[in-house]
């Protein structure tokens, strides 16, 4: 079946340092994908999407890269502070109904 | 401001005593939909409803009712729990099926 797998479930990182957040899908076929960040207690919180159609795009401190190629797509955060950790989501759409599948998360966890 | 709003956050019941999670939002979308989240298990969607009056079965429906009798409003229903329907609890709504969601804050359910 299809599947969204993530190549680590935790991720420490120093204060300032960049992190990066990989994920891997199934289906040739997905042209929508997104990153979510859920911190503890709260709902899944949208962090950023990108189409097939693009290969990077860009928000604040946040990067998506979009590799269709070998099926991969990572979340970069740039100068990550103690405030970015939390769970991290990918979604990918997929199958006939264009319905999302979900990874497991990575816990990423910012040392001061 | 834009909300989605579950009730209760938490809730402790016992086997077999119905209950109903509410959710509301204000965003005027038409889909909505409802995820369990279990650790290793991730986010697996139970209903969803594309517009009033359409619901249909997502990974895990077994013990779940709900309704769309109105847009904003779309309440998950046990009609009789049992202690494996003890998990997080969330709603989720987008403009369209299976784009960007935006969650709940979660209802935390135990079933003794």
């Known amino acids: 079946g299809e599947s969204v797998g993530l190549h680590l479930p935790t991720l420490s990182v120093q204060e300032g340092d960049n992190s990066i957040i990989n994920c891997a899908y199934s289906?040739?076929?997905?042209?929508?994908f997104i990153w979510y960040k859920q911190e503890s207690g709260k709902g899944p919180q949208f962090i950023i999407d990108i189409r097939s159609n693009m290969d990077k795009r860009q928000g604040q401190r946040v990067t998506v890269l979009l590799n269709k190629t070998v099926k991969h797509l990572s979340l970069q955060i740039a100068a990550t502070q103690p405030g970015d950790s939390a769970v991290y989501f990918c979604a990918v759409n997929a199958g006939n109904n264009r319905k999302l599948i979900w990874g497991l998360g990575t816990s990423l966890a910012v040392n001061p | 401001e834009a909300q989605v709003t579950q009730n209760p956050r938490y809730l402790i019941t016992v086997t077999g005593k119905k209950l109903t999670v509410t959710c509301s939002q204000n965003m005027n979308h038409e889909y909505m939909s409802w995820y369990r989240q279990d650790p290793g298990l991730g986010l697996r969607q139970i209903y969803y409803?594309?517009?009033?009056?359409?619901?249909d079965k997502g990974d895990v429906p077994e013990g779940y009712k709900v309704s769309r009798k109105e847009k904003r409003n779309f309440p998950l229903i046990l009609e009789s729990p049992s202690p494996n329907q003890t998990s997080l609890y969330f709603c989720?709504?987008?403009?369209?099926?299976?784009?960007?969601?935006?969650f709940g804050s979660g209802t935390q359910l135990s079933v003794l």
């Open positions: 409803s594309m517009n009033v009056e359409v619901t």
């Open positions: 989720a709504t987008s403009g369209a099926a299976n784009e960007k969601l935006f």
């Open positions: 289906n040739s076929a997905s042209d929508y």
